[in-house]
């Protein structure tokens, strides 16, 4: 379970094991793509199998966004907390 609060994600159900393996082959195809490749391929397990996605540098915001996924899921990079807000009656 993450550090980070109630396992609610999409990810939620999937191995840690699992979750370092694709974590890993994003970060790894992001940076091909960040130093210029064209093309990447990352694969990653969901609960119905594996599952393998190709990505280009026009979508390497999507990668980015799958990275920070799984970095949340598994407890690496919390989400900020809202700041406190005060209600007078």
Same mark, same amino acid.
């Given at each position: 379970? @993450? *550090? $980070?609060?109630?396992?609610? @994600?999409?990810?939620?159900?999937?191995? +840690?094991?699992?979750?370092? #393996? @694709?974590? !890993?082959?994003?970060?790894?195809?992001?940076?091909?793509? @960040?130093?210029?490749?064209? #093309?990447?391929?990352?694969?990653?397990? !969901?609960?119905?199998?594996?599952?393998?996605? &190709?990505? &280009? +540098?026009?979508?390497?915001?999507?990668?980015?966004?799958?990275?920070?996924?799984? !970095?949340?899921?598994?407890?690496?990079? $919390? !989400?900020? *907390? *809202?700041?406190? &807000?005060? *209600?007078?009656?």
């Amino acid at each position: 379970m @993450s *550090r $980070c609060g109630p396992n609610s @994600s999409l990810l939620a159900g999937i191995s +840690r094991e699992s979750l370092q #393996v @694709s974590l !890993q082959n994003a970060q790894q195809a992001y940076l091909q793509l @960040s130093m210029g490749g064209k #093309v990447e391929t990352a694969t990653y397990t !969901q609960g119905d199998g594996s599952k393998s996605i &190709t990505y &280009t +540098r026009a979508n390497i915001a999507q990668l980015a966004n799958i990275i920070l996924m799984l !970095q949340k899921q598994l407890g690496i990079v $919390c !989400q900020a *907390r *809202r700041p406190l &807000t005060f *209600r007078f009656k």
